[in-house]
């Protein structure tokens, strides 16, 4: 899975408001919805729209990197 599709994820998870996302990091609320929420479109994130959203979140993005097998905890 990408790291855009985990973030997405995660996001919905805890009920992020996408509105009060976009003013806290600055991120464009058409990006946010077009890789967040919009699932026809899949639209990955770009490094300084993810580098903001895990800083106004308070999260690591490399929690959202897909890990190889070995190094998964299962």
Not at 24 to 34: I, N, W
């Amino acid at each position: 899975m990408s790291v855009t599709k985990n973030i997405a994820n995660y996001i919905d998870s805890i009920g992020v408001n996408l509105s009060e996302l976009s003013r806290k990091s600055g991120v464009d609320y058409s990006a946010l919805y077009a890789s967040l929420k919009n699932k026809e479109r899949e639209r990955e994130l770009r490094a300084d729209e993810l580098t903001s959203i895990c800083t106004v979140l308070k999260i690591d993005p490399m929690d959202f990197a897909d890990k190889p097998k070995e190094q998964r905890r299962e």
